[in-house]
């Protein structure tokens, strides 16, 4: 089945540095990949959609100077958390849709941000 | 507005008994996906099924069976002989319209299996 690759798994920065996320859809072409949050005991929070060749959409509430988004080609695309500050620690997961709905979206593993 | 609605936080159940894990949803549309995913510790989101709008009859996929029952909203999950390694947490999706395809999630349950 569709494949989606993240990493890295974990990163502990320190407060105000950047840190970049990548996912990669291995085996099929991703024209829009979806990045969720998700804080501890919660559910997934979409925070935008990246979009091939275009600008991504971000959900409303969402700070798009600070979680900047790049989808480059068809199987990369990136979420740079920029001046990183502790309440932004959280588990970051990306996902895409496989050319066939039925399949399910596919996940990455996911990217555990730690900043101190 | 798409909403997904599970009811309950936790569930409890024997092992290699059956469980039903709750799911309404609310939306306008006449087309549209649900999906069950569930999420062990380590994180990682695991497809389990899913259920088209206009799929007349019940999806399964091995011990995993979709109670799809349009008129009331509801896709409710139904695992058969549960094993130890169901405890997890379990997420009801509906993929939203409007062009964006994007996945709408529930809070989740939490399910766990006891020996």
């Known amino acids: 089945g569709a494949v989606v690759s993240q990493h890295p798994s974990r990163v502990i920065c320190k407060s105000g540095t950047s840190v970049k996320i990548e996912c990669r859809s291995l085996?099929?072409?991703?024209?829009?990949m979806f990045w969720y949050r998700q804080f501890p005991k919660q559910s997934l929070m979409l925070m935008a959609t990246s979009n091939e060749g275009s600008k991504a959409t971000y959900e409303q509430g969402v700070e798009k100077d600070k979680f900047l988004i790049n989808h480059a080609s068809l199987t990369l695309s990136t979420l740079t958390v920029t001046s990183a500050h502790p309440e932004d620690s959280s588990f970051y997961i990306c996902?895409?849709?496989?050319?066939?709905?039925?399949?399910?979206?596919?996940f990455g593993s996911g990217t555990r941000l730690t900043v101190v | 507005a798409q909403k997904i609605t599970q009811t309950q936080p936790g569930m409890f159940v024997q092992e290699k008994e059956a469980v039903t894990l709750d799911c309404t949803y609310d939306t306008s549309d006449q087309s549209y996906g649900l999906f069950w995913y569930k999420q062990p510790s380590s994180g990682e989101m695991i497809f389990l099924i899913y259920q088209g709008s206009y799929d007349e009859q019940n999806a399964t996929e091995g011990r995993y069976s979709l109670n799809f029952q349009k008129a009331r909203k509801s896709a409710n999950l139904v695992i058969s002989a549960s094993q130890l390694g169901d405890s997890a947490m379990y997420f009801c999706?509906?993929?939203?319209?409007?062009?964006?395809?994007?996945?709408?999630f529930g809070k989740g349950t939490k399910l766990t299996v006891n020996p």
């Open positions: 999706a509906m993929r939203d319209q409007g062009g964006s395809e994007k996945l709408v």
């Open positions: 996902s895409a849709r496989p050319p066939a709905e039925a399949e399910g979206y596919t």
């Open positions: 085996d099929f072409q991703a024209t829009t």
